[in-house]
C-alpha cells in the first residue's frame, strides 16, 4: 500500500482554517477546509481564538475579501499530519517552508546559572546562632542565605561538637589564607630573587603548599619582580645519560669582580644535573682543571666519560694536553663539543648562575664570590627543584638514588620535612662493586670494568 503524501500548509490556509474556528469551532472549520481536528486545535490555540471570543481574536491575515472558497485536496489521515514538520510549526506559530527564516520568532535567551556565594567561619557563625534564637526561615531572609545551607551548617555543627568532623564556624577567613599564601611566596622570592615564578612554585610544592604560577606570577609582580629578557635557540635533539657518573660536563664561567676578571670551573653530571666540582681563578689555567677533577672524582667517583668544548685548558690544537693525558691515564673517554648545544647542561647552568648568584648579589672581593659560590651550589645540588627533573626533584635526589623515596614522601604529604628518612649521610655512592654475569665475574672500580667481559 503507498504512503499518503504528507500536505503542507501556507499561512494564508491556516489563517482561513483559524478565522473560521471563531464562528464554526474546531470541527466545523475541519470539516470546512478538509484539515484534521487535531491540526485545527493546535493551530487555534497558537493564536489564541476560541469559539467563544469571536472574530475579534482572529489573526490580522484573515481579512475581509479573503477567498476562502479554494478546493482543498483530500485531508490526509490525522497521524500523517501530525508528525510532518509543518503541523508542528504549525502548532508553535512558526513558519512553513514557503516562509522566510526572518518570519521565524527568536528563541528566548537561555538563562545562566548563579554562582555560588562563599561565606567566611564568621558569617556561619552568625547566622546559625541566629537560626537556634529565631528559626532559620528567619535567618535565611535576613542574612540573603538558603535555608538548605543553614540546615547544613547545623548539622556539621553537631557533627564536630561529637568530634566526628571540623567546624564550619571556626578556621582562618579567606583574606588571611591569601594573606599567608602571599608570605610564602615572597619569603621563597627574596630568599632567591633569582628565582621565576614556576620556579617558586616548584620550591613551594616540595614543602606540600600548592600555588597557581600565574598567581605566583602576580604577587611576584607586585613586589618589583620583571621577567628577564632571555634568548634560546631552538634545537630538537636531546640525550640524557641513563645513570650517574656516565657523563660529566665542564665549562668555564667569567665574571667581573670588581675590576678581578674571575674564572670559575664547573663540573656538572649528565644524569642528574648534580655539581660534582667547581673551582675559581683569575684564568682558564690546566692546573687548575686537573687539580678540580681530581678532587671530584676522589669524592664522588669516576666517570665513564667527560664532554667539554675546545678550551685552551681543555683542549691542545697542537699534540695531547695535560687534561688529556690525566683521563686517558684514568681510563676515562673524552668527548670535545663541536656545538655549544652538545654541552647544552652545563650552558644551561651556567645562564641560570649569573641569573640567580652574580646578577642577585654584589660581591666586595674575589674571596666573598667564593664562600658565595659555594653556599649557592650546595644549595643549587640539595634544595633547588629542577625543571629537568620533573619540578619536585632536586639535583642530589637522582644522583644518590632517592628519587623514589622523595617523590612517595612528597605526594603523601611529606611536606617541608621532605628529608627526614632519605637524609644523604646515609647515602653512598658504590664505588666498588663485585658482580656475576652469566656465570663470568666482573670487578668494577670508580665506575669502570676493571675484570670481565668486553660489553
Known sequence: ?????????????????????????????????????SSVSRWASAAGVTRAEGARSAPASATKGEDTSTPREPAPSSSSVEAT??????????????????????????SRSRVAKVYTPSQKAEAVEYAAAH????????????????????????????????????????????????????????????????????????????I???????????????????????????????????????????????????FSLILIDDCSRFVVGHGVDDAERADMVIKTFEEATARHGRPERVMHDKGSAFWSWRGISRFTDLLTEMGIDQVVAEHKEWNGKVEVFNANLHKELFDAHRFYDVAEM?????????????????????????????????????????????????????????????????????????????GQKLLGPPA
Open 212 to 262: 597557581a604560577v600565574h598567581t605566583a606570577r602576580r604577587v611576584m609582580q607586585d613586589a618589583g619582580y620583571r621577567p628577564p629578557k632571555v634568548e634560546r635557540d631552538r634545537h630538537e635533539r636531546r640525550y640524557e645519560a641513563v645513570r650517574p657518573n656516565h657523563l660529566w660536563h665542564l665549562d668555564f664561567v667569567q665574571r667581573f669582580i670588581g675590576r678581578v676578571s674571575t
Open 85 to 110: 514538520p509543518v503541523a508542528r510549526a504549525a502548532a508553535t506559530g512558526g513558519a512553513t517552508q514557503t516562509e522566510t527564516a526572518a518570519e521565524v520568532p527568536a528563541a528566548k535567551p537561555v
Open 370 to 446: 667564593r664562600r658565595r659560590l659555594e653556599v649557592h651550589l650546595h644549595w643549587y645540588n640539595h634544595g633547588r627543584t629542577h625543571h629537568a627533573l620533573g619540578g619536585l626533584l632536586v639535583p642530589a635526589d637522582r644522583y644518590y638514588g632517592r628519587a623514589a623515596e622523595v617523590l612517595a614522601r612528597i605526594e603523601a604529604g611529606g611536606g617541608r620535612d621532605v628529608g627526614d628518612g632519605v637524609e644523604l649521610r646515609d647515602r653512598c655512592l658504590e664505588l666498588f662493586k663485585v658482580t656475576s654475569r652469566g656465570g663470568v665475574p666482573e670487578v668494577w672500580l670508580l
Open 1 to 37: 500500500m503507498e504512503a499518503s503524501k504528507r500536505r503542507t500548509y501556507t499561512s494564508e490556509q491556516r489563517a482561513a482554517v483559524v478565522a473560521d474556528v471563531a464562528a464554526s469551532g474546531v470541527r466545523g472549520a475541519a470539516t470546512k477546509h478538509g484539515v484534521p481536528q
Open 135 to 210: 528559626g532559620v526561615t528567619a535567618a535565611a531572609v535576613k542574612f540573603a542565605m538558603t535555608r538548605f545551607s543553614i540546615y547544613d551548617w547545623q548539622r556539621q555543627v553537631k557533627r564536630a561538637a561529637a568530634g566526628q568532623g571540623p567546624s564550619p564556624t571556626t578556621g582562618p577567613a579567606p583574606k588571611d589564607i591569601e594573606a599567608a599564601r602571599d608570605r610564602e611566596i615572597l619569603e621563597e622570592y627574596k630568599q632567591h630573587p633569582g628565582l621565576g615564578p614556576s620556579q617558586v612554585v616548584n620550591q613551594l610544592r616540595r614543602k606540600g603548599i600548592k
